[in-house]
């Protein structure tokens, strides 16, 4: 359904080092760093469902968070979820809402961890069994 997913960042390097430690949990690499024609950095993070875009806004306005948007990342496993959680915690992420663990009954359920990342953007990973 999605291309890409776009957030800002006021510390591009801050969140290179955050999201280059979180998102190998995930099996997603490094991120690439591009600068655009108007010299704003950018880092692309290349999934097999897409790209997460991390830039400096290029309207120049310091960037801020969606109250009320969530980026949440598909994860294999409960054990996923719990990694994602605690790698991003150990890099500057703060944890919140309830403690990682099912929504729902165990197995048939949701199994979910949310952090927000050191910009403030609210993430959460989420295992579903099929």
């Given at each position: 359904m999605f291309n890409h997913i776009t957030i800002g960042s006021n510390d591009i390097d801050a969140a290179e080092q955050f999201y280059n430690a979180v998102l190998p949990v995930l099996g997603v690499g490094a991120g690439r760093r591009n600068q655009n024609a108007q010299g704003h950095m950018r880092l692309f993070y290349s999934g097999n469902d897409g790209l997460l875009l991390i830039t400096q806004p290029i309207n120049d306005e310091p960037a801020t968070v969606a109250n009320g948007g969530t980026i949440a990342f598909k994860c294999a496993s409960p054990e996923q979820v719990q990694e994602f959680h605690d790698t991003a915690?150990?890099?500057?992420?703060?944890s919140i809402e309830d403690a990682p663990g099912w929504r729902g009954?165990?197995?048939?359920?949701?199994y979910l961890a949310y952090v927000r990342?050191?910009?403030g953007h609210k993430l959460c990973a989420?295992?579903?069994?099929?």
């Open positions: 915690v150990r890099h500057g992420a703060t009954p165990e197995g048939t359920g949701i990342d050191p910009d989420v295992y579903r069994p099929q």
